[in-house]
């Protein structure tokens, strides 16, 4: 199982970022991906996440409105689509998968904790 994230960067404020996840080794039909974010000094959390098989989202308050996730057109990608970036949404963005997030789990009821496989991070920088 591999995670890839790239996309990311310094972007200003109200500016937007798509990040992708490219992912191998395993099949999006069982089991959901989550992005999820690290901040300076704080402990990582869910973003945003796309169940497997119907690709239905959830979103966490901190991303409705803004963000959109989605698979891409090559079916092994998932992409995060961020607009409306604040200075708040700073942080080392990762891509998830694995443990017992599966199908027909709601990938909401999920934590860190569920997922067993992880991709290194990508930064996205909100600043003027």
């Known amino acids: 199982v591999e995670l890839v994230e790239f996309g990311g960067g310094l972007v200003q404020p109200g500016g937007s970022l798509q990040l992708s996840c490219r992912t191998s080794?395993?099949?999006?039909?069982?089991?959901?991906i989550g992005w999820f974010r690290q901040g300076p000094g704080k402990e990582r959390e869910m973003v945003s996440c796309?169940?497997?098989?119907?690709?239905?989202?959830y979103y966490a308050d901190s991303a409705k409105d803004r963000f959109t996730v989605s698979r891409g057109n090559r079916r092994n990608i998932v992409n995060l689509q961020m607009n409306g970036l604040k200075a708040e949404d700073t942080a080392l963005y990762y891509c998830?998968?694995?443990?017992?997030?599966?199908?027909?789990?709601?990938?909401?009821?999920?934590?860190?904790?569920?997922?067993?496989?992880w991709g290194q991070g990508t930064q996205v920088t909100v600043s003027s």
């Open positions: 998830a998968t694995g443990g017992t997030v599966t199908h027909g789990r709601p990938c909401a009821s999920a934590t860190l904790y569920d997922y067993n496989y």
């Open positions: 080794g395993f099949r999006l039909d069982v089991y959901s």
């Open positions: 796309i169940n497997a098989g119907d690709d239905s989202p």
